[in-house]
């Protein structure tokens, strides 16, 4: 068994990727800026930048919203539901990773990353994109994967919950304010987004991950919600817990362009150390 397949069934690697990119079962999604994937991208490769996609609004409207926006966005890569679907990116990064969990949210059974990303893949690279027809991919949104501002706001404080900040030291402690407030949700756990990556880009080892999760006081019998800025880099420690054992992970989509932008929602203020 593969190094990054015996991580989850969330990754496969630059093996898995030679056997199967043939299959007409398999999409490659390529979720680099337009400006790199027409540079070059991987034969077959569908293009889909998440960045330009930001969603902070999850009330209920704001949701309905945001599903209508998944639907056309699948739809336009023609996606149908029953097809294995491998986002990619440089490296294991929060692009490939937004697009695995917006995928997993909206229902899909068969939803990955390429670990390592195009360094791993091994592979010629070409210009050329391939036609392919729009589908009307329809979402089967899964509630288990998500949180809302409001499903935090009822549980912060309870034992069984966990809140990890994944934002940048800076922001964690309102050196760098990148909304109407500074500060963190109450009670978190904080520790950046890249402690989960290795220094070749990919992700470390379940165990490894395991071990620092544990470190920071995640408990696996919890549910643990992540957060960052706008979703992309939670949506990687998502993936991380994943790959270390925890079931019960919920990325908060809206995240601090949303709960640091409203006045009523509660906010704490740390510090660092001197």
């Avoid at 989850?8 to 199967?20: A, I, K, M, T, Y």
């Avoid at 893949?121 to 949104?141: C, G, H, M, S, Y």
């Avoid at 949700?185 to 987004?193: C, I, K, N």
């Avoid at 362009?257 to 906010?267: H, Q, T, Y």
Wanted: glycine share 8%; hydrophobic share 35%.
């Amino acid at each position: 068994m593969a190094q990054t397949e015996s991580k989850s069934n969330l990754l496969v690697d630059g093996r898995w990727l030679q056997q199967h990119r043939g299959d007409a079962n398999t999409i490659l999604i390529d979720t680099r800026p337009a400006k790199e994937y027409w540079e070059g991208h991987l034969e077959g490769a569908r293009h889909f930048d998440p960045f330009p996609f930001h969603h902070k609004d999850t009330s209920e409207r704001g949701m309905d919203e945001f599903r209508a926006q998944l639907e056309w966005i699948f739809s336009a890569l023609g996606l149908t539901g029953g097809e294995s679907v491998v986002f990619y990116e440089n490296d294991s990064g929060m692009r490939a990773a937004r697009g695995l969990w917006a995928l997993q949210y909206a229902g899909h059974r068969d939803a990955r990353m390429l670990d390592g990303g195009l360094e791993a893949a091994n592979a010629k690279l070409v210009t050329q994109a391939e036609k392919f027809a729009r589908t009307d991919f329809r979402i089967k949104p899964n509630p288990e994967v998500f949180a809302s501002y409001a499903h935090i706001v009822d549980r912060i404080g309870l034992p069984e919950v966990q809140i990890f900040d994944v934002r940048s030291d800076a922001e964690y402690f309102s050196e760098r304010v990148r909304a109407k407030h500074g500060g963190a949700v109450p009670m978190a756990v904080h520790q950046e987004w890249t402690s989960a990556q290795s220094a070749a880009g990919q992700f470390k080892t379940p165990a490894e991950l395991r071990a620092n999760f544990e470190r920071l006081g995640l408990d696996s019998d919890c549910e643990i919600i992540p957060y960052c800025q706008g979703g992309y880099r939670c949506a990687h420690a998502y993936v991380a817990l994943k790959i270390a054992g925890y079931q019960n992970v919920r990325n908060y989509l809206g995240s601090w362009a949303e709960w640091g932008n409203r006045d009523d929602l509660p906010i704490e203020h740390p510090r660092r150390k001197r």
